[in-house]
């Protein structure tokens, strides 16, 4: 596989949260604004290109038999740094996102990303795939969000420019994340068929 | 009477998963059959109750006291996930037809974000405001909350089993579909939202 596939991979073909429905929960409960989707995206991907850089160092020296463990710790301490980061930097954010940062340690992406690729490969891929990994999750959670912020909120990004009167709050609350997660992961799934069907097309011609 | 307001709360008001977001992977994932799902989460129950009750204990007389409350989210998950391990080998030995029920779904909740989620929760915010922070009102309330979780997925594997007889456009067809079936079961949920 070339370097720009490892990277790109993640961004939509195998986006994490819209094709293989890893971390569906902070894709749910943050995506309430593109602030906070931006901001959870960010401090994932963060974690991820920590975690995959020093699994893939330490892959020879992990026993094999207690990795998931391992992975966990290394995983964990990521994590409460950039909590702390945020809470010292950023409140309004930490606010905002609440327990979803200390629980970036559950998100299957990273076990995931650790266990598939950075225990396994070496240590530049892991980058890259942590990266890509990462932006593809930071995507789909804007993506979510911009069309529930615009529908429920009347907003972009914090500036509203449709009157509050006119905002459908179904968006905002829980079951407008369910529904638009729903329609985004059909829609970004059919795209990418119809794409691949066309170039198998063009193939079978050529 | 509080903590009957706190378990009505707890399984319908601010249900785990419609409203809180917690736990979302196995209500996706192990939703396909009602059997499958009820023990699910009977083993969320166990491992939920037992979790909390460990590291609210952990968080009274080890993290408060020695002031390293910044560890928390380490030893939190650590704990967990040692006795998510323990509570397997000891079934395993003691009640091999419960082991068998739930065997399967065991190693799957260290990474449920349920419990990880709950146990954090409580040490946050107490659960019952004039009590303050205390090990039994957390451990209730990790027992309400695991309720909430079996109701509502026992109800979503009840629709999705249902979905498999329907024609679906090709897109829609698994996950989306069923998400769009969650956000209506949220949306009959909103109607508990005064309740308490």
Known sequence: MSKLKILTKGFFKENPSL????????????????????????????VLLMSNILISMLKNVIPDKIRIPCFIVIIATF?????????????????????FIPLIVVNCIVLGRAEAFASKNPVWDSVLDGLGMGVGFTISLVLIAAVREVLGAGSFMGLTFIPSNYNMLLFVLAPGAFIVYGFIMAAVRQILNNVEAKRKA????A | ????????????????????FLGICPFLGVSSKVSTALGMGVAVLFVMTLATLVTSA????????????????????????????????VLKKMSPSLYKALGVFLPLITTNCAVLGIAIKVTEQPVIASHGFSILDSTLYAVAISIGFIVAIVLFAGLREQLELVEVPKGMKGVPIALLTAGILAMAFMGFSNLV
């Open chain 1, 19 to 46: 094709i293989l429905v890893l971390g569906t929960c902070p894709t749910l409960a943050v995506t309430t604004s593109v602030n906070n989707a931006l901001g959870m995206g960010a401090a994932t991907t963060f």
């Open chain 1, 79 to 99: 994590v409460s740094i950039i909590d702390l980061v945020i809470q010292g930097f950023l409140p309004a954010l930490s606010a905002s996102l609440g327990v």
């Open chain 1, 202 to 205: 063009k193939q079978a011609n």
């Open chain 2, 1 to 20: 009477m509080e903590y009957i307001l706190m378990i009505i709360g707890a399984v319908l008001v601010n249900n785990i998963i419609l409203v809180q």
């Open chain 2, 58 to 89: 952990l968080q009274m007389y080890v993290l408060v006291p020695l002031n390293i409350t910044y560890l928390q989210t380490i030893l939190f998950i650590l704990v967990i996930a040692s006795l998510v391990q323990m509570v397997e080998i």
